[in-house]
């Protein structure tokens, strides 16, 4: 059985009138383009299998994956940065 691998994608752009792109971290030289975030996860694999094909042929190491994807929260209105405190105007 072939193992499976989990990489991180990022996914870009989508604003009107314009595509999304997403890379690979872990993969340099990893991306594509697509409409639909769902066009880009499928374009996504499709490129992650051909980039992995490539590095294997040419004789490279695989990377295995290791990019941690999270969000963070920040202020709405971060009013104004002022020696490291937050001030509201």
């Not at 691998?5 to 009107?16: D, H, N, S």
């Not at 409409?35 to 880009?40: D, F, G, L, M, P």
Request: hydrophobic share 35%; proline share 7%.
């Amino acid at each position: 059985m072939r193992e499976k691998r989990r990489y991180a994608i990022v996914i870009e752009g989508g604003e009107p009138g314009s595509n999304y792109s997403a890379f690979v971290p872990d993969l340099p030289g990893c991306m594509t383009t697509g409409r639909t975030v769902e066009e880009i996860k499928r374009n996504m694999v499709e490129a992650i299998e051909l980039h992995l094909f490539g590095l294997h042929r040419d004789g490279d190491a695989i990377p295995q994956p290791s990019a941690i994807s999270d969000y963070v929260e920040v202020l709405d209105d971060p009013g104004v940065w002022r020696e490291g405190v937050i001030v509201s105007e």
